[in-house]
């Protein structure tokens, strides 16, 4: 269960990274779609 959560929470911060980086990229406000 502990190894489930670690790559749960590896996958949703890999996700937020990568979209604040295409945000970053293509100049969208990415927080305003949050």
Do not use: K, R, S
Not at 2 to 28: D, E, F, P, S
């Amino acid at each position: 269960m502990c190894y489930a959560n670690i790559v749960t929470v590896v996958t949703i911060t890999l996700v937020y990274i990568l979209g604040t980086v295409v945000a970053i990229n293509y100049h969208i406000d990415y927080y305003v779609i949050i």
